[in-house]
């Protein structure tokens, strides 16, 4: 029986869709069958993350109001064995699917598939209560920011509400330099004022636009500091003891060049 | 080296401990989850207890949830805070 996790917020922008992306990506990479669900109903935006917009056919509506089976509506991934995207309706609104739709439909995957990954809209309106009816389990994503904490702290309240517990957490585009500065908060600021489990620190890189950009994940990319953590929080969701990237040690050389001559302020 | 000079002479806070202040208090009142509709039930009990032994001015009177220092420490909890205006102290209550 697989499992079904979904990623989300509660604020937008803070990678929700990428972390999907890659997490999926990930876990295909490791040799699990996996299949992304986009629930984003009418700001559908998985697909060109994954490189995949040109290849829908069907959609979760079709799949969900019986227009079409599911294997229809299936994109297959064909540069990653075992991967698969059902992709969100553009043209609908979140209504047009109910939780007990996706309750169903993630009971029929789960025989199917190792990991179903369910990219949560933003808010916490009907998208976020489809998104979560089917899920056994949940990762909250948020940036060092307080807009993003104070709206994860909301989510995991609902969650919780909703029986999904134990959610874990994800703290991307963390910028070592602003943290070391004192102009961001750190991990332990974000832990100690959330309490939930953290799940992986995902550092601010560019090459995650230029995966975007490509629509190819990061997490296949191995000189991307970014892509080495979606690949370490891909073993733990496989239960891996895989130890927090020490973002410490990552600086580069010419930092610590700079550092002894005195040009860096750490 | 700047960020170490302004800390001694007691000059402005890393901002990261600004925001962090500031989201475990708005934290507070989101989790509390307090709605007018209750806020008001409270007001209605403690107004009635209250009138038995003093004369209050009901329409000043007023009731939030805020938060506070605690004594022993930095930690800050939510409290209920209640500004009742007494008109007259009943001799029954002295």
Known sequence: MGEVIVITSGKGGVGKTTTTANLGTGLALQGKKVVLIDTDIGLRNLDVVMGLENRIVYDLVDVVEGSCRIKQALIKDKRYEGLYLLPAAQTRDKSSVNPEQMIKLCDELREEFDYIIVDCPAGIEQGFKNAIAGANRAIVVTTPEVSAVRDADRIVGLLEANELRNPRLIVNRVRIDMVKRGDMMTIDDIIDILAIDLIGVVPDDEKIVVSTNRGEPAVNDSKSLAGQAYRNITKRIMGENVPIMDLETDDGLMFKIKRLFGLKTT | ?94
Request: glycine letters at 4%; aromatic letters at 4%; a positive charge.
């Open chain 2, 1 to 94: 080296m700047l960020l170490d000079l302004s800390k001694l002479f007691g000059k402005s806070k890393a901002s990261k401990d600004v925001a962090k202040e500031r989201l475990k208090l708005v934290l507070i009142h989101d989790r509390a989850n307090v709605s007018p509709q209750f806020l008001e039930m409270v007001k209605g009990e403690i107004i009635k207890v209250i009138t038995n032994y003093m004369d209050i001015d009901e329409s000043a009177l007023d009731i939030q949830l805020t938060k506070t220092k605690c004594d022993d420490e930095e930690r800050v909890v939510p409290a209920l805070v209640a500004n009742i205006p007494i008109k007259n102290v009943k001799n029954s209550g002295k």
